[in-house]
T-cell receptor, first 113, second 113 residues
Framework: DAGVIQSPRHEVTEMGQEVTLRCKPISGHNSLFWYRQTMMRGLELLIYFNNNVPIDDSGMPEDRFSAKMPNASFSTLKIQPSEPRDSAVYFC???????????FGEGSWLTVV | GENVEQHPSTLSVQEGDSAVIKCTYSDSASNYFPWYKQELGKGPQLIIDIRSNVGEKKDQRIAVTLNKTAKHFSLHITETQPEDSAVYFCAASIGGSARQLTFGSGTQLTVLP
């Protein structure tokens, strides 16, 4: 299996611009997670979906962040408008129904200038 | 909610020596404890996990021990090699679900040749 696939791997954007991060989970997995990693706060869960339905979005920092999962093989995390403090690595991860193992993608490195 | 503390934040060992990383958790309901290894520029990868009905688990040079009474668990790496150099994260899950993982702050392990 190709694993969790994220795009773009790197993004540099100007403050105020919209950013869209994309994720393809492992085929057959029914749970999808978006995490943010920073030096100050470590790994934080932003939101997770189960069977394409958002279950817990309490980690989403503010209304500028939104996430969607239109089908079992695709999810997006959007930041609009972006701010410099959003600079971080954003990880998508997925897990299957039967096990607890979470598999992470390689991450999207976002820099907002 | 759950709180996971991880020590030390940095650890340097000579090649061939053992490395030990320790984590404590706060919620006695936690019963799933995975360890992740994150290499530079990559996403975290599961290396070993343990559930609360087991006190110790080994996989070649890696072992994890769990003390539920004291609410702490540890990662042991024996015969360290330079390729073991990475950031290691512990995590704990309330109710055994991957959807509720709380991560430690990470340990930067450096194996000196």
């Amino acid at each position: 299996d190709a694993g969790v696939i994220q795009s773009p791997r790197h993004e540099v954007t100007e403050m105020g611009q919209e950013v869209t991060l994309r994720c393809k989970p492992i085929s057959g997995h029914n749970s999808l997670f978006w995490y943010r990693q920073t030096m100050m706060r470590g790994l934080e869960l932003l939101i997770y979906f189960n069977n394409n339905v958002p279950i817990d979005d309490s980690g989403m920092p503010e209304d500028r962040f939104s996430a969607k999962m239109p089908n079992a093989s695709f999810s997006t995390l959007k930041i609009q408008p972006s701010e410099p403090r959003d600079s971080a690595v954003y990880f998508c991860a997925s897990s299957g129904a039967l096990g607890n193992t979470i598999y992470f993608g390689e991450g999207s490195w976002l820099t907002v200038v | 909610g759950e709180n996971v503390e991880q020590h030390p934040s940095t650890l340097s060992v000579q090649e061939g020596d053992s490395a030990v990383i320790k984590c404590t958790y706060s919620d006695s309901a936690s019963n799933y404890f995975p360890w992740y290894k994150q290499e530079l520029g990559k996403g975290p990868q599961l290396i070993i996990d343990i559930r609360s009905n087991v006190g110790e688990k080994k996989d070649q040079r890696i072992a994890v021990t769990l003390n539920k009474t004291a609410k702490h668990f540890s990662l042991h790496i024996t015969e360290t090699q330079p390729e073991d150099s990475a950031v290691y994260f512990c995590a704990a899950s309330i109710g055994g679900s991957a959807r509720q993982l709380t991560f430690g702050s990470g340990t930067q392990l450096t194996v000196l040749p």
